[in-house]
């Protein structure tokens, strides 16, 4: 039987991210383990993680060689200044990552966070205009609905109108591509929706309305995720691709759900065959058990930068903790897991089985859209007459302490991504409580 935790007795003093404190706290849903594909709570019970954590544990949860090179590490090196000086194993992963990302994206600068990772992308965006005497790309485009962290950048870029509305003008000098959902012409579509890639020509209007000559880069998530998952319409970032190449405009996939093998491959470029200047990363990367991020940018990015004297820092830009010891040994021993298992692979394998059990909850009541793409779902439920987002939040509470049960409610959306290694029997029961789940909250 798992082991009863001690709960703090007062929940006041964490102001809990992206969460409904006052909610949370007269009903916490507190976790004090985890174990492969379960979590334990702090009664005992064991929930089937349904959603990766927060799109990070692809591996699963506390695997044994991912926890040995962690207690190895912080035995041997626990810091290591990023500045002036490094590592081995800094070195060692940042080849592991170039050698996975396909073409000539070769170099990786590290960070902590998605929202470190996208922030240093559209710096480097920015740096590698002005270093090749184009200072007035300064414009950077992202895209309703997208979703790029939480500094100020990646707000800025970001299309999701809550995580906006608080913070004023944040950056200026953004625009906007429209979404690519349309519920009335993709409505549970299986993989990427058939209508829509003509969405990605509406760049052109933006370089007719601003000229090529100010726009540095386009950032999208390729699937984007924390939205409710929205598959790329068929064709859709091919066109982004081709429209960037006619006017030099860089194109950045953000990639920090999307990476190491959520949808059956290393990165979503290689899924759809579009090759970005830049790829952020984090989440996968250490499968959540430490913190880490980093841009992956193509190899005349990196040149760009080299041609002034060697003794001058050519990017002036970076993190306390970038490249931190224990979270290079937390990304090469994960890497070694998902080579090992074969776990990109597997997703894949395993995918259609997945997207079969997605689209069995269709006809259950309040149930307007399904949406699938790798071993992701978004399953709109319709909201109720008293407020957008309450059938989510009970579906949410009613998933872990009735059901056993973690997934992700954003809105009156469910969300569900969860580790790769997931057995079909696992996906049998996690789409058995979501069924039932439905049904309750009706």
């Known amino acids: 039987m798992a082991k009863v935790a001690t709960v703090p007795n007062d929940l006041d003093p964490f102001w809990m991210p992206f969460t409904a404190n006052r909610a949370f706290k007269r009903r916490p849903r507190l976790i004090s383990g985890a174990k492969d594909m379960h979590y334990v709570t702090v009664d005992g019970r064991r929930v089937l993680d349904g959603s990766a954590g927060l799109w990070c544990t692809n591996a699963g949860h506390n695997r044994e060689p991912i926890v040995h090179a962690i207690q190895r590490q912080a035995a041997e090196l626990d810091y290591a200044p990023a500045f002036q000086f490094s590592h081995p194993k800094a070195f060692e992963l940042a080849g592991r990552i170039a050698a996975l990302a396909p073409a000539d994206l070769d170099h990786v600068f590290f960070c902590n966070s998605g929202s470190e990772a996208v922030d240093t992308a559209l710096k480097i965006a920015l740096a590698y205009h002005n270093v090749r005497g184009q200072g007035g790309?300064?414009?950077?485009?992202?895209?309703?609905?997208?979703?790029?962290?939480?500094?100020?950048?990646?707000?800025?870029?970001?299309?999701?109108?809550?995580?906006?509305?608080?913070?004023?003008?944040?950056?200026?000098?953004?625009?906007?591509?429209?979404?690519?959902?349309?519920?009335?012409?993709?409505?549970?579509?299986?993989?990427?929706?058939?209508?829509?890639?003509?969405?990605?020509?509406?760049?052109?209007?933006?370089?007719?309305?601003?000229?090529?000559?100010?726009?540095?880069?386009?950032?999208?998530?390729?699937?984007a995720c924390s939205t409710?998952?929205?598959?790329?319409?068929?064709?859709?970032?091919?066109?982004?691709?081709?429209?960037?190449?006619?006017?030099?405009?860089?194109?950045?996939?953000?990639?920090?759900?999307?990476?190491?093998?959520?949808?059956?491959?290393?990165f979503a470029a290689d899924r759809y065959g579009v090759i970005p200047d830049m790829i952020t990363f984090a989440k996968g990367v250490t499968s959540g058990s430490v913190p880490m991020g980093g841009v992956i940018a193509r190899k005349p990015i990196y040149e760009a930068f080299m041609g002034g004297p060697e003794h001058v820092i050519e990017l002036f830009?970076?993190?306390?903790?970038?490249?931190?010891?224990?979270?290079?040994?937390?990304?090469?021993?994960?890497?070694?897991?998902?080579?090992?298992?074969?776990?990109?692979?597997?997703?894949?394998?395993?995918?259609?089985?997945?997207?079969?059990?997605?689209?069995?909850?269709?006809?259950?009541?309040?149930?307007?859209?399904?949406?699938?793409?790798?071993?992701?779902?978004?399953?709109?439920?319709?909201?109720?007459?008293?407020?957008?987002?309450?059938?989510?939040?009970?579906?949410?509470?009613?998933?872990?302490?009735?059901?056993?049960?973690?997934?992700?409610?954003?809105?009156?959306?469910?969300?569900?991504?969860?580790?790769l290694i997931v057995s079909e029997a696992q996906i049998d029961e996690i789409f058995d409580k979501v069924g039932r789940i439905i049904k309750a909250v009706a």
């Open 228 to 266: 409710g998952v929205l598959p790329p319409p068929k064709g859709y970032l091919k066109r982004l691709r081709e429209i960037c190449d006619k006017y030099g405009i860089l194109l950045i996939f953000d990639e920090v759900i999307t990476g190491f093998g959520r949808l059956g491959a290393p």
């Open 137 to 223: 790309r300064v414009r950077m485009i992202g895209r309703e609905r997208g979703y790029h962290g939480v500094g100020f950048g990646g707000i800025a870029v970001g299309g999701i109108v809550a995580n906006r509305k608080q913070f004023g003008v944040l950056v200026a000098g953004v625009d906007h591509l429209p979404h690519t959902y349309n519920r009335e012409k993709q409505a549970f579509s299986i993989g990427e929706p058939e209508w829509g890639a003509h969405l990605a020509d509406n760049l052109e209007n933006l370089v007719a309305l601003h000229d090529a000559s100010t726009i540095a880069a386009v950032i999208v998530e390729p699937v």
């Open 317 to 419: 830009h970076g993190y306390t903790y970038s490249a931190h010891p224990l979270a290079c040994a937390a990304g090469l021993a994960t890497l070694d897991l998902y080579r090992d298992e074969d776990l990109f692979a597997r997703a894949r394998k395993i995918e259609p089985k997945w997207a079969q059990a997605c689209m069995s909850m269709k006809g259950l009541p309040n149930v307007v859209d399904i949406r699938q793409e790798g071993l992701t779902m978004g399953l709109d439920l319709a909201p109720r007459a008293d407020g957008p987002g309450k059938r989510g939040l009970e579906a949410l509470e009613r998933a872990f302490h009735e059901f056993d049960l973690s997934m992700r409610a954003v809105g009156d959306t469910l969300a569900l991504s969860p580790p």
